[in-house]
């Protein structure tokens, strides 16, 4: 008796500092870091300010991008009214305001590929929300603070894209590769693609709006089994992002889409859209 | 005099240490001892948090094909290489808890750095090997391989990435991951080791 309390006496502190520590640990794993977050933002905002690079305003400037802007809006303006004509009504058009951000943290560890955002919740990002760089799609919202917001990269091993090649329409799924390339597996044996070809979200995929731009075909292997796999080059600068636009999540509009080409057989491509959270 | 005294009992080089701090500890010294111990409590706190917080940054030179220091492992190696396996391997579990939240919680970090922690506090390091850096640097290098191979297990088993996509993924980011992670080493090391050892002779002296 004497000596299990001199023990416990001896020790008590010990396993409850341990206990408290271990909590601790526990709840900040199980709120994904929120505290931690936080504090990086904190701690690196007065960086941010000092680092300025260039505005996304001033990459506007560009005449050729001038140029191009115009004759885009100027195409859209064409493609609404032939829309228009054919009562065709769009699947989730992205929204005309995205939230501009800016990356201030890479992944905390190389096996994952993900980046922090300064912007979070406050601001009005949501978990899933689309992050969109120059050049086309970046990645997910995984995960929001206050003031941050953690993105999965479609270069991460987990991510899975379902895209189609503008070209032809052949479709498949992305996987990402954790390099600034990702390959793509083909649902046909034999897609009808070439080297050069671009890539873009697919209609069917759940988690992204169609049509955003990801990449262009950079090799071909129509050998492989069970299917063809190809190697996309990823248009956004994915190991150097610095400034990155949200985009809300597309919402389900299934009901509300009569006239659409009949429900093609809903290949499982929202199931292979990846699942985002574990 | 009181030196004279030490070096009869102790080893010279414990003398030489003693020496150097002394301009410093006569004022930790007379702190009361449970002052100290939170006072070494907020150290080893604070330092955690700042390796944490390094794990998201990339500063100029602290990078190679896009990858960081483990600033986690190697804290992890920094106390658990002249403690009890027992407390090595809760501390790696610690760690690795918030290593997880600071990207994703599946799989989990706890495995491989509580093993990290458990390894390296059984090497034993101080009876055979007495030099410093080098030997640090080669330990951390070698708890990098084990702690990435055990991911890739890890990853392999969840099953929701490409079992081939994971192992090329490993043989192109291991060597380099470690190589990095080994020569940043001493910088976590040298001054949690410096202020463990200071404690550890003014608790027991």
Redesign the interface.
């Given at each position: 008796m004497f000596t299990a309390r001199r023990w416990w006496e001896h020790k008590g502190l010990q396993i409850g500092?341990?206990a408290l520590?271990?909590g601790g640990?526990?709840t900040?794993?199980?709120?994904?870091?929120t505290l931690?977050?936080e504090?990086?933002q904190s701690?690196?905002r007065p960086w941010q300010m000092l680092q300025q690079g260039i505005s996304p305003e001033e990459r506007f400037q560009d005449a050729r991008l001038l140029e191009m802007k115009t004759r885009i809006v100027d195409l859209e303006h064409q493609n609404q009214s032939l829309q228009n004509l054919l009562g065709y009504i769009e699947r989730d058009p992205l929204s005309i305001h995205p939230i501009v951000a800016r990356v201030?943290?890479?992944?905390?560890?190389?096996?994952?590929q993900?980046v922090?955002l300064n912007r979070g919740a406050n601001e009005g990002i949501y978990e899933g929300d689309i992050v969109k760089s120059d050049g086309g799609l970046v990645g997910l919202i995984?995960s929001v603070t206050p003031s941050t917001s953690r993105v999965l990269l479609i270069s991460d091993?987990?991510s899975q894209v379902g895209v189609t090649v503008s070209r032809t329409g052949a479709k498949g799924v992305l996987?990402g590769?954790?390099s600034s390339e990702a390959?793509l597996e083909f649902y046909e044996k034999v897609p009808n693609v070439k080297i050069g070809d671009l890539v873009s979200t697919s209609t069917y995929s759940q988690k992204f709006p169609p049509g955003i731009a990801v990449g262009r075909i950079k090799s071909l292997d129509l050998k492989k089994l069970p299917a063809s796999v190809a190697k996309v080059e990823l248009f956004p600068p994915i190991?150097y992002l610095d400034w990155v636009t949200v985009y809300p999540k597309p919402k389900n509009q299934e009901q509300e889409q009569p006239n659409l080409v009949k429900k093609q057989p809903k290949i499982s491509d929202s199931m292979l859209d990846k699942?985002t959270k574990? | 005099m009181k030196n004279s005294g030490l070096a009869g009992k102790h080893h010279r080089k414990f003398l030489i240490r003693v020496r150097k701090s002394q301009s410093f500890i006569p004022s930790l010294k007379f702190w009361h001892p449970w002052l100290r111990q939170v006072l070494d409590?907020m150290i080893t706190f604070w330092s955690v948090?700042l390796c944490?917080?390094m794990?998201?940054?990339?500063f100029p030179g602290m990078e190679l094909l896009?990858?960081?220091p483990?600033w986690v492992l190697i804290w992890v190696v920094s106390w658990s290489v002249k403690r009890s396996p027992l407390s090595g391997a809760?501390a790696g579990?610690?760690?690795g808890?918030?290593?997880?939240?600071?990207?994703?919680?599946?799989p989990?970090?706890a495995l491989s750095l509580g093993i990290v922690g458990l390894v390296t506090s059984l090497i034993q390091k101080q009876r055979f090997i007495q030099e410093d850096f080098i030997s640090i640097a080669l330990i951390v290098f070698g708890m990098n391989v084990l702690a990435d191979s055990i991911?890739a297990l890890q990853?392999c088993w969840a099953g929701?990435?490409?079992v081939t996509?994971?192992w090329i993924?490993y043989q192109?980011?291991t060597l380099a991951?470690a190589i990095l992670s080994s020569l940043w080493a001493p910088v976590v090391y040298y001054p949690l080791n410096n202020w463990w050892q200071r404690m550890k002779l003014l608790a027991h002296p």
């Open positions: 500092l341990l520590v271990l640990a526990w900040l794993r199980q709120t994904q870091g931690l977050l504090l990086y701690i690196t201030v943290g890479r992944s905390a560890d190389h096996w994952w993900q922090v995984e091993l987990k996987r590769d954790a390959s190991k699942p574990q | 409590w948090l944490l917080l794990l998201p940054t990339r896009g990858i960081g483990n809760l579990i610690i760690l808890l918030l290593q997880d939240a600071m990207t994703s919680l599946n989990s970090h991911l990853f929701d990435r490409q996509a994971i993924f192109r980011v991951s």
